[in-house]
């Protein structure tokens, strides 16, 4: 019994960092990513941050996941997951191919991410919470924090003028995002920290 609490408050003690984690990257990925590809390979490639845009969001909340899977894997009840991502597989194959030829490169990220969406977000804290024996609030409390964080820094940055106003010279570039780092990880601070001391 004594095992069995241990396992799960190391687990939502994962989930905590793996969620400040995948947002925080998602974040500076949306934020920065434009000016980034600019420096890196010329403004003729700054269409992909579209492309970038939709990964970055969706592949954030899939990271955020991985301790789940983990866990799964180690406590052998991982079956339902491995079919979940053979569905989500086909979907996304089916949905690329459909979008693929109306929006090209956004179609695949949009067949891409739609599918990882539903699994990472609906599917898998329903099925993982239930075979951890974890209550569902709990879980998705664990990971709310730095998601709504997050969002709001990313809505702050694009209805002000911050995101236009980006300096392109690389060096400044990563100052502004070490500040913006700064911020996200004062705001998650009380809950990270909150977390962390679970059982400790």
Request: contains cysteine; positive net charge.
């Amino acid at each position: 019994m004594g095992e069995n609490k241990k396992i799960k408050t190391l687990f939502l003690k994962a989930l905590s960092i793996s969620s400040f984690l995948a947002f925080g990257a998602g974040m500076t990925a949306i934020i920065f990513g434009e000016r980034f590809i600019f420096w890196w390979v010329g403004k003729e490639f700054t269409e992909a941050y579209s492309v970038l845009i939709i990964l970055a969001g969706a592949g954030a909340f899939a990271l955020t996941q991985n301790p789940a899977i983990g866990l799964l894997y180690a406590l052998n009840k991982h079956k339902a997951y491995a079919i979940a991502t053979i569905i989500e597989a086909i979907c996304n194959v089916t949905l690329s191919l459909i979008l693929v030829s109306k929006y090209g490169l956004i179609g695949v990220a949009i067949g891409t991410a739609i599918p990882m969406l539903i699994s990472k977000i609906l599917v898998m804290p329903i099925y993982a919470s239930r075979a951890i024996e974890i209550p569902l609030s709990t879980y998705l409390k664990t990971s709310m924090w730095p998601a709504v964080t997050s969002i709001l820094i990313v809505t702050l940055a694009y209805t002000t003028p911050l995101h236009e106003n980006l300096p392109e010279r690389i060096e400044y570039l990563i100052g502004t995002a070490f500040l913006i780092g700064l911020l996200y990880s004062g705001s998650c601070f009380y809950s990270l920290r909150k977390q962390l001391q679970i059982g400790s």
